[in-house]
């Protein structure tokens, strides 16, 4: 029986868009940007986080996706892989383990390689789209992950059901709040417990996010009044434009205008400050990239770096040069974005 048929739970339909690597409009290349802020090339200022993408398979469908997630995707970590990040960490000093999908949880190794990091000493996050929680093939994974105090990153695109539906799909909104209220029930989100419960807020449709802490406020104030449900932090994050993303900007026409929204909101100080220059992404098959982003776009580390996890050495990726695009602008527009919100 394959790893589609033994999960159990609402689905939503998924297909392959052929669209990842689709250019974008012509606008000012990111490296001249960079070049007028002295920052090119740019280059990473160590590694502190092992971002781990576990594959591509997912119980959801979010328009906003940039990895083309959903039900019917194939592409998942093996063991073997996931022994050989497991190795990488057991040699360095990375303090964190950063998981991600697709779901991540659905990926057979996913709890194996929590156990095996916490064992290391590291802090574990996972990037849970919450419904994930509620398949009944899941039905200990929030005690599981309180067992191992992992902090949960949370997908939560608005504190409205209308707004969550419109981008993850029917339904979603109503699943995400009982999973953030199991996810409460065993201390996540109370200050006093240790266990981090934190939000992430994507807008829905062709926009800038609004001011992190502005946004968290409301969140915070309206999860608790309607709901009763509390969390640690919330994270703003730009729409990056690939992937599915891409495809709906594509679609509303919307492209270009966005790009342009882009670029005119670039900022040095958000570029200086990019994830890219203190992380390192592993996709599903082993291969390094710079960020999840370029892992999305195929574009390896570059410039004679290791492609491959097997490969790593600290040595070598530490200073790298970092490959970009015009993508990038995505993460260096107004206060930036980052898979941690805001970076400045």
């Not at 159990?8 to 070049?35: D, H, I, T």
């Not at 986080?49 to 328009?63: A, D, E, S, V």
């Not at 095996?116 to 574990?124: D, E, W, Y």
Request: glycine share 8%; proline share 5%; with cysteine.
């Amino acid at each position: 029986m394959s790893l589609l048929e033994t999960q159990r739970g609402p689905v939503l339909a998924s297909k392959p868009l052929g669209v990842m690597n689709a250019s974008l409009p012509r606008v000012k290349p990111f490296q001249e940007s960079l070049a007028a802020s002295d920052l090119f090339p740019l280059t990473a200022a160590g590694i502190s986080i092992l971002q781990i993408n576990l594959g591509k398979f997912c119980n959801q469908t979010c328009r906003h996706c940039h990895v083309d997630a959903g039900p019917h995707r194939e592409e998942i970590m093996t063991r073997e892989t996931a022994e050989l990040c497991i190795a990488v960490l057991s040699q360095t000093h990375i303090p964190t383990i950063d998981i991600t999908g697709g779901a991540p949880e659905l990926n057979p190794s996913f709890r194996w390689l929590v156990e095996q990091a916490r064992g290391l000493g590291r802090h574990v996050m996972d990037r849970c789209n919450l419904t994930v929680l509620l398949l009944p093939s899941q039905s200990d994974l929030v005690e599981f992950l309180a067992s191992h105090e992992v902090e949960i990153i949370a997908s939560l695109p608005y504190y409205l059901a209308d707004r969550t539906d419109a981008q993850r799909g029917a339904r979603v909104f109503d699943r995400s709040i009982e999973a953030l209220r199991k996810l409460n029930s065993q201390g996540y989100g109370h200050p006093a417990s240790g266990l981090k419960l934190n939000l992430v807020y994507n807008p829905v449709g062709a926009f800038l996010p609004p001011a992190q802490h502005a946004i968290e406020a409301d969140f915070r104030r309206e999860l608790d009044r309607r709901y009763g449900v509390i969390f640690n932090s919330l994270y703003t994050i730009t729409n990056m434009p690939i992937g599915r993303f891409l495809e709906f900007l594509r679609q509303s026409g919307n492209c270009e205008r966005y790009m342009q929204r882009l670029v005119n909101a670039y900022n040095p100080k958000a570029a200086e400050d990019a994830m890219c220059r203190y992380t390192i992404s592993v996709g599903w098959d082993g291969t390094l990239y710079d960020c999840d982003f370029n892992q999305m776009l195929d574009l390896a580390v570059g410039n004679g770096q290791p492609k491959h996890i097997r490969a790593f050495t600290s040595e070598h990726l530490d200073r790298r040069e970092i490959v970009v695009g015009e993508h990038c602008y995505g993460c260096t527009a107004g206060a930036g974005s980052s898979c941690g919100g805001s970076t400045t």
